[in-house]
C-alpha cells in the first residue's frame, strides 16, 4: 500500500546524517531538532504554535484534555473513521456521539451534527478522512451557533487547504479551535516510528497543552496540571524536517496518481471513483491542479452491485495490497456499542463498509503499476 523504502532512497544522505548528528549530540528527548521541526512545521501551516507529541492518539487526548472537557460531555464525531477518534473520547469519560457521513465524501454530514446537538454537547471531532477535508464552513458555522469546540481530526489530511466559501485558504489543522496529527510510516507526512503533533492559534490553550505532554509541567518537577509523558523523540523529528519540504510534491504526486486512476476507471461499471469536493472553481468530479482539498492519503472506490470481498481476494491473488478502510462501523464495534444508537440513523456508513476498497496509494506509484492494478481490477469486473 505503500512504498516507504522507495521515498528513504531520495532523503538517505540527509537522514542518515542528521540520525547521526543527533546520536552524536545525545540529544534524544525535547532536543533542539524537535523545536526547529516545530518551527518549521508552523510556518508551513501557517499556524502559531504546533506542540509535537507521541503520536497521532495522543495528539486527539491532548486536545481533548487541554480543553478541559469534563465527564459526561458529549463530543459529536464521524462513525466512519479509525477507532482512535472514539477511543480518546471514551478514555477521558467523555460521551461520545456518533454520526453518519457523506456518501460522496465518506466525511462527517453537517445535518448528522445538527440533529445530534443536546445541551450536554461541547465539541465536534471532524475527520478530513482519506485526505478530503470535512465541510468547515458548515461545521464551524454549526460550532458559532452552540458555543461548540471544533478539535480537527487531521491524520489523513496533512498538506491539504480549506477555500472557505467567502475566498480565504487556510491548511487543515489550523481551522478549528485544535488540531491533531499524526506521523505514522504511512502518512503523507511520516516518520520512521511514531510521532504526532497538536496545533493551535489560540495562545492560553497551547500553553495548556505543553504543559500536558510533559506530565503537566512548565518548571521541573512543578506539577501545575494533570499531564501525561507524549513528545517526540529528536530522530524522528529529524526525519520529518527532512520530509516536510517535500510535503507539498507528496501530495502533488498523490493527486497526479488518483487522477490516473480516475481516468483508467472512466464508465467502469459497478465503481465509484473518488468525489473531490471543495469551493474551487473546479467541478466536484474533477481532481483539480491547483486545489488542494484532496491530499489522496488513500485512494477509496466504493464498488457497488458487485462482490467486493472477492475483489478484495483477487487483487491479492495477483499480489497487490489493498485495504477495506473500515470493515465494521465503530457504532457496532463491541467497545463502542450503545442502546442510544439506531440502525436507521447510519444508513451511508452502513453501505460504505459494504462496498470500500483502497488501492496502493503513495509517492512512488508509477504508470505500469497504476496500468497494473487497474487493468486487474477491471478483469474482476468485467467477469
Not at 549530540?25 to 506542540?51: C, R, W
Not at 489550523?174 to 504526532?196: M, Q
Request: proline share 4%.
Amino acid at each position: 500500500m505503500v512504498d516507504l523504502k522507495g521515498q528513504y532512497e531520495q532523503i538517505k544522505d540527509q537522514v542518515n546524517t542528521s540520525i547521526q548528528e543527533v546520536i552524536d549530540n545525545t540529544a534524544f528527548i525535547n532536543g533542539p531538532e524537535v523545536h526547529s521541526f516545530q518551527k518549521e512545521l508552523e510556518e508551513y501551516l501557517d499556524v502559531k504554535h504546533v506542540i509535537p507529541c507521541a503520536n497521532g492518539t495522543d495528539a486527539l487526548q491532548i486536545a481533548m484534555m487541554g480543553l478541559g472537557l469534563e465527564q459526561g460531555d458529549e463530543v459529536i464525531t464521524a462513525d466512519f473513521t479509525f477507532a482512535a477518534t472514539v477511543e480518546v473520547i471514551a478514555l477521558l469519560k467523555l460521551t461520545p456521539v456518533l454520526v453518519d457521513v457523506e456518501p460522496d465524501t465518506f466525511n462527517i454530514n453537517p445535518e448528522a451534527i445538527r440533529k445530534a446537538i443536546t445541551p450536554k454537547t461541547k465539541a465536534i471531532v471532524p475527520v478530513h478522512l482519506f485526505g478530503q477535508i470535512a465541510n468547515m464552513d458548515e461545521i464551524m458555522a454549526i460550532a458559532e451557533e452552540h458555543n461548540l469546540c471544533v478539535i480537527e481530526d487531521n491524520a489523513q489530511g496533512i498538506g491539504s487547504t480549506y477555500q472557505f466559501k467567502d475566498g480565504k485558504k487556510v491548511k487543515t489543522g489550523g481551522i478549528g479551535h485544535v488540531g491533531a496529527t499524526s506521523f505514522f510510516p504511512s502518512k503523507n507526512l511520516g516518520c520512521y516510528g511514531d510521532g504526532g503533533a497538536i496545533f493551535t492559534n489560540d495562545d492560553d490553550l497551547a500553553h495548556t497543552i505543553r504543559g500536558i505532554v510533559n506530565h503537566g509541567m512548565y518548571v521541573r518537577y512543578h506539577h501545575d496540571v494533570v499531564g501525561v509523558n507524549s513528545r517526540l523523540d529528536s530522530i524522528q523529528a529529524v526525519i520529518l524536517r527532512a520530509k516536510l519540504p517535500l510535503l507539498d510534491s507528496y501530495n502533488n504526486a498523490r493527486r497526479a496518481a488518483a487522477k490516473k486512476y480516475n481516468k483508467a476507471f472512466e464508465g467502469i461499471a459497478h465503481i465509484i471513483t473518488p468525489r473531490v469536493k471543495g469551493n474551487c472553481d473546479s467541478a466536484a468530479s474533477t481532481i483539480c491542479d491547483t486545489c488542494n482539498c484532496h491530499v489522496f492519503h488513500q485512494y477509496t472506490l466504493r464498488i457497488v452491485d458487485a462482490d467486493r470481498d472477492a475483489l478484495v481476494k483477487h487483487l491479492n491473488d495477483n499480489g497487490i495490497p489493498c485495504g477495506v478502510y473500515y470493515p465494521i462501523p465503530l457504532h457496532n464495534q463491541k467497545a463502542y456499542t450503545d442502546d442510544r444508537y439506531n440502525e436507521a440513523d447510519f444508513p451511508v456508513t452502513n453501505q460504505l463498509v459494504k462496498e470500500v476498497i483502497s488501492l496502493p496509494m503513495h509517492t512512488e506509484l508509477d504508470d505500469e503499476q497504476i496500468e497494473f492494478i487497474t487493468t486487474t481490477v477491471i478483469e474482476f469486473l468485467n467477469k
